[in-house]
């Protein structure tokens, strides 16, 4: 067989290798993170901060893009019930007219959270910056993450892979024709989250000076 009748075949096996790799990283990291991460209060431990990860309040289309909604009402439910007693908000401000961690202060607030319980960290680009700038600029060693289950389950390994005890509570998940390509999206990032774990070391975009969380 010729080098260029070879290439097709070449090509199909390169896809299922990669196939069966993305699926199985998918596996193991919601494998891993299980017993972590839980959508029932009473089985969460204390923790100080709740680590509120960002996402657009809007959807392309208009209207809340409910994976935001619930993300609050999960943060306010944790605070208002005494699981957590501050909140880091974590999320994209990269560019002006988009601002992520603004858009949750003002929800939480909205949710009856006092401002002064509220951090803001404008430079959560990805969950590993924002899982890791928690430790790093916020103090926190031991968190409590916030997300919807699919979110939390990545979170969780990122941190607990980086020697941070983290645990994750489970927004409502959104199961409408949203959620089939944010499901999609997250197979990928679990491969990135992955490799940045085990072979690159990736670290945050920015660090910068310590806040320190009264």
């Known amino acids: 067989m010729s080098a260029i009748k070879k290439l097709p075949f070449l090509l199909f096996s390169a896809i299922i290798v990669f196939s069966a790799a993305l699926m199985f990283v998918d596996g193991y990291i919601s494998s891993y993170s299980s017993q972590y991460v839980t959508e ?6 204390f ?7 960002g996402t657009s309040k809007y959807r392309v289309e208009g209207g809340i893009n409910p994976f935001f909604a619930k993300r609050l009402d999960a943060a306010a439910y944790l605070y208002h019930s005494g699981r957590i007693r501050c909140v880091i908000a974590s999320g994209d401000n ?23 319980s509220i951090y803001l960290d404008f430079a959560g ?7 890791v ?3 790093e600029i916020f103090g926190q060693n031991s968190i409590t993450v916030i ?14 892979k980086r020697g941070i005890d983290v645990t994750g509570f489970n927004a409502h ?5 949203d959620g089939i390509p944010v499901r999609i999206r997250e197979i990928f990032a ?7 774990v085990n072979l690159t070391g990736e670290q945050p975009k920015f660090l910068g000076e310590k806040i320190e969380i009264d």
């Not at 029932?40 to 431990?45: A, D, G, H, S, T």
């Not at 923790?47 to 990860?53: I, V, Y």
């Not at 680009?125 to 899982?131: A, G």
């Open 147 to 160: 997300s919807q289950k699919f979110h939390n389950e990545r979170a969780v390994y990122i941190g607990r």
């Open 94 to 116: 990269s560019e002006k007219s988009y601002n992520e961690p603004r858009a949750m202060m003002q929800g939480l607030k909205d949710r009856g959270i006092p401002s002064d």
């Open 40 to 45: 029932r209060m009473e089985e969460l431990p």
């Open 190 to 196: 679990r491969f990135k989250a992955f490799i940045d």
């Open 125 to 131: 680009f990805r969950t590993l910056d924002s899982v």
């Open 173 to 177: 998940d959104w199961n409408d024709a």
């Open 47 to 53: 923790n100080k901060c709740g680590l509120l990860l």
């Open 133 to 135: 700038r928690a430790r």
